[in-house]
Nanobody, 118 residues
Framework: QVQLVESGGGLVQAGGSLRLSCAAS????????MSWYRQVPGKQRELVARISSSGTTNYADSVKGRFTISRDNAKNTVSLQMSSLRFEDTAVYYCKAIIKTTYLGQYWGQGTQVTVSS
């Protein structure tokens, strides 16, 4: 059994910063890509940032230059440093990981709310 647990969401003023973290636990052999997604009510979940096991990153255009994704392979964690936050960054943020246990599977965290006040 694998679990992803997120932390770090909250309320912040526009222009401020937040750091999200996600920790994977369980019978993990290895972790491939780790990602952050976000979703607002009535809209599809969208990719925010992704990082490969070797550290290659890619970002949604809307967050480039403001968000930074990083991971600690020894601790099975992924983080998202968010700066210069905007009202439109308000969403529930989810981490996702491709994890090898006895098989290769896709796992999601429970989500953490980020609210940016204008």
């Amino acid at each position: 059994q694998v679990q992803l647990v997120e932390s770090g969401g909250g309320l912040v003023q526009a222009g401020g910063s937040l750091r999200l973290s996600c920790a994977a636990s369980g019978s993990i052999i290895s972790i491939n890509d780790m990602s952050w997604y976000r979703q607002v009510p009535g809209k599809q979940r969208e990719l925010v940032a992704r990082i490969s096991s070797s550290g290659t990153t890619n970002y949604a255009d809307s967050v480039k230059g403001r968000f930074t994704i990083s991971r600690d392979n020894a601790k099975n964690t992924v983080s998202l440093q968010m700066s210069s936050l905007r009202f439109e960054d308000t969403a529930v943020y989810y981490c996702k990981a491709i994890i090898k246990t006895t098989y290769l599977g896709q796992y999601w965290g429970q989500g953490t709310q980020v609210t940016v006040s204008s």
